[in-house]
């Protein structure tokens, strides 16, 4: 699912749903899930600004320790705790790689030289990278035929974003494969949640913390190998760096949490579609980016793909076999006296 976790959908099971009123708590959650869709859409903008002060790392780090310290003060606000166990922890390592460490870096890294809008299209194509996963057998959904053609239907839209009919002629291939593979990374990372942290015990907000904090740290000893620190900090990458982690990673992480409770994984999951056009809409408006009529329309195509191979097959339970009125017993016969 999608940026800033990339997609980030809870690493573990949501919680059971609370009781409200009705009309409370839709406007709730539809206010909840608009600001949510609207956070990750501009966090492809963020990425862009905070790059022209900062070196990629330098972005991925920022981001990852405001967002620790906004899921780290919602912990203590909630009184909860962190993971225990080293094989939790081991788990959430991996995690933390997959899902923020690796994707962020690389989404920084391709934003150098690719637009914001290309980026948050190419971060819609985390479905369909699960899809191809399945296929080669790293997940436990067995593609059907609308979801392989869901599959292929976002496969021409990729083909139609990055203008494969003019030779991929003005684009740049490295940052663009720089964002797919993030994209596929988060894929990857989704399917080892769900088969290691599931049934931990530990709350979402508890392997959430745990695993952007240990992600923080990977940035913390990756950072200084390869930046230094920069002779002037400016305040507009600054302010979109701790916008990026503070709002994309950290409180972004919440308010999901609260959507898959209240309407649950399926309805949550809906938010990944509309983060591409709000990258979009941002990137034009605020960066002045151009589009060509290509990267809407395989937008809409990547979209369509995407939400094919999300369909599910429907398991019918057979109806109930008659009741059958059980046969009456045999009536004994009649004792007549003997005749003499």
């Known amino acids: 699912m999608s940026h800033a976790a990339a997609p980030v959908t809870p690493p573990g099971p949501p919680s059971s749903p609370v009781r409200r009123p009705l009309r409370a708590s839709l406007l709730d959650w539809r206010v909840r899930f608009g600001v949510l869709a609207l956070i990750w859409g501009f966090s492809f903008l963020f990425i862009k ?9 330098q972005v991925t780090f ?39 460490a690796l994707p962020f870096s ?32 790293l997940s436990e959904d067995r593609p059907t035929r609308v979801r392989a053609a869901g599959l ?17 002629s003005g684009l740049d291939v490295t940052g663009t494969a720089l964002a797919l593979l993030a994209s596929a990374s988060y894929a990857v990372g989704w399917i080892y949640v769900r088969r290691t942290l599931s049934g931990t015990g530990a709350s979402n907000l508890s392997l959430a913390t745990g695993q952007v904090g240990v992600a923080t740290l990977q940035l913390a000893v990756v950072t200084p190998l390869f930046t230094t620190v920069p002779d002037s900090v400016e305040l ?12 994309g990673t950290g409180y972004a992480m919440l308010l999901q949490y609260g959507v898959v ?24 408006a605020f960066l002045g980016e151009q589009l060509a009529w290509n990267t809407p329309v395989g937008a809409v195509v ?27 017993p045999a009536a004994r016969p009649r004792k007549t006296p003997a005749r003499t």
């Open 152 to 168: 292929g239907i976002g496969f021409v839209g990729v083909l139609t974003v990055l203008g494969a009919w003019q030779g991929f």
């Open 62 to 100: 920022g981001r990852l320790l405001f967002g620790t310290a906004v899921l780290a003060v919602a912990l203590v606000v909630k009184r909860d705790r962190l993971p225990r166990g080293a094989r939790t922890w081991g788990h959430l390592t991996v995690a933390a790689f997959l899902l923020n």
């Open 236 to 247: 507009l990458p600054l302010l979109a760096v701790i916008a990026l982690g503070a709002l």
């Open 261 to 284: 409770a209240e309407v649950g994984p399926t309805t949550a999951s809906m938010v990944t579609y509309f983060v591409p056009v709000i990258a979009t809409a941002a990137g034009v």
């Open 302 to 328: 990547i979209l369509l793909g995407a939400a094919l191979t999300q369909t599910r097959t429907s398991r019918r339970t057979p109806p109930p076999p008659r009741a059958t009125p059980a046969p009456a």
């Open 106 to 137: 690389l989404f920084a890294y391709a934003e150098l030289t690719i637009p914001s809008t290309l980026a948050g299209i190419c971060n819609a194509t985390t479905p369909l990278w699960g899809m191809v996963l399945s296929l080669v057998a």
């Open 49 to 57: 600004v905070g790059t022209e002060g900062f070196a990629p790392f």
